[in-house]
């Protein structure tokens, strides 16, 4: 006879287990001290054996019997269901061992290595305040876009659309990590960009969506200018420098066949080497050849004894159709830091390095301007034939940067 719901709540404890049957060697098992068990006999092999099915009543007779069919449909298939469930505990136990929160835990703490010292406490705060809370204990390889979206829908309806935007950046760099460790099998946060609206800044207007990228990269290509200020626009995206260093870059500064510019940022007053992709090199080789006998790489064109106008990139956006609101000389700073983070990948703080930044290593002192040079090297050039990509309109993403998985963390 089956048992009921009834039969096992009113079953007595005795001074030996007793086992109630429910049929297909299901049993409910009392103890001498009045708890009650569900198991499972079942021979698999030729071996006899028990399988723990819960404890009543936090398992239901319904629930046990459930349980019981699963595991005899697993016998049915000439599994070990005590096997299995061995492999099931297993996998939860490695599963929580890399939630979210501890696979980010280390990952900040590679960064706290390279990162300025300003940096790292806000970045964990963030974490601590934003992230853990809603998706830190959900193991990492299980997380999806929309968990993460929610997390930062929750911080941009406190009105900080940019922290929000920043949040689900560091959440991606957290699961790029995670894919390289072997701990997840991709970036949910790829499937978002574009899911926070930020509004645009006041100041230096900047393109930081790539197809819109690509737009503006195919109306430079267009320009009809002079080929001094032709050269200067479509350089401005690919040498990421400050304006103010572009129009006034001197020939004795540039190395085309070291493939590199050397000059002092007069904002730090500090030197600064900028790597030189084929296509930049390409750029100035033929300019050179107009102005490669003067000074300034960027002459005026008011006389060759100074350099070209600091207006003369905001002028050449003007005449080819973009509005000050949507893009600024300045903005193609914002804009190479957006993309090589969010879609290429690369490492902050070369990035950073790349921007004349100043990036100090764990002892609070500034790297030196040489410091990750072949790293950026091969960064700048994935960068410029990602520029190259998204203006013919080919796919955009790409793996990391060159220089990010070998010397992540050095």
Not at 369 to 381: E, G, V
Request: one cysteine or more; aromatic letters at 6%; hydrophobic letters at 40%.
């Amino acid at each position: 006879m089956k048992l009921t719901d009834a039969k096992a709540k009113n079953a007595k404890p005795s001074d030996r287990p007793q086992r109630i049957s429910d049929g297909g060697g299901m049993f409910l098992e009392v103890t001498p001290k009045g708890a009650k068990y569900w198991r499972l006999a079942y021979r698999f092999h030729g071996k006899q054996k028990l399988l723990a099915l819960g404890v009543y009543p936090d398992v239901s007779l319904a629930a046990a019997r459930a349980r019981r069919d699963a595991a005899r449909r697993q016998l049915a298939e000439g599994k070990d269901p005590g096997t299995e469930r061995k492999a099931e505990k297993r996998a939860d136990r490695i599963a929580a061992a890399n939630t979210f929160e501890a696979v980010a835990r280390e990952w900040l703490a590679e960064q706290k290595k390279i990162w300025a010292d300003s940096t790292w406490p806000h970045v964990e705060r963030q974490f601590d305040q934003d992230i853990f809370p809603a998706i830190g204990s959900r193991p990492i390889a299980e997380i999806t876009p929309a968990e993460v979206l929610d997390m930062a829908r929750a911080i941009q309806r406190r009105g900080v659309a940019e922290t929000a935007r920043r949040a689900m950046q560091k959440c991606g760099q957290v699961f790029r990590h995670a894919v390289r460790a072997g701990l997840a099998q991709g970036d949910p946060t790829r499937d978002l960009r574009g899911a926070i609206k930020v509004p645009k800044p006041k100041h230096f207007a900047a393109i930081t969506d790539p197809k819109e990228a690509g737009n503006l990269l195919r109306l430079i290509e267009g320009h009809k200018g002079t080929a001094v200020v032709c050269a200067a626009l479509k350089l401005s995206p690919v040498l990421m420098v400050r304006p103010g260093e572009l129009r006034r870059a001197r020939w004795t500064d540039i190395d085309l066949n070291a493939a590199e510019w050397r000059f002092r940022v007069t904002k730090t007053d500090q030197e600064h080497v900028v790597p030189l992709s084929s296509q930049a090199v390409a750029i100035l080789r033929e300019l050179h050849g107009l102005t490669g006998r003067g000074e300034y790489v960027f002459p005026s064109a008011r006389g060759k004894g100074r350099p070209m106008s600091e207006n003369a990139i905001t002028a050449a956006l003007r005449s080819i159709g973009v509005p000050s609101e949507q893009m600024s000389a300045h903005g193609f700073r914002a804009m190479a830091r957006t993309l090589q983070d969010e879609v290429l990948g690369f490492r902050i703080d070369l990035i950073e390095h790349q921007l004349a930044h100043t990036v100090r290593d764990p002892l609070g002192r500034a790297y030196n301007r040489t410091q990750f040079l072949d790293a950026r090297r091969k960064n700048m050039q994935v960068w410029a034939d990602y520029l190259d990509r998204l203006r013919t309109g080919a796919d955009a993403v790409e793996p990391d940067g060159a220089g990010n998985q070998e010397e992540r963390g050095t």
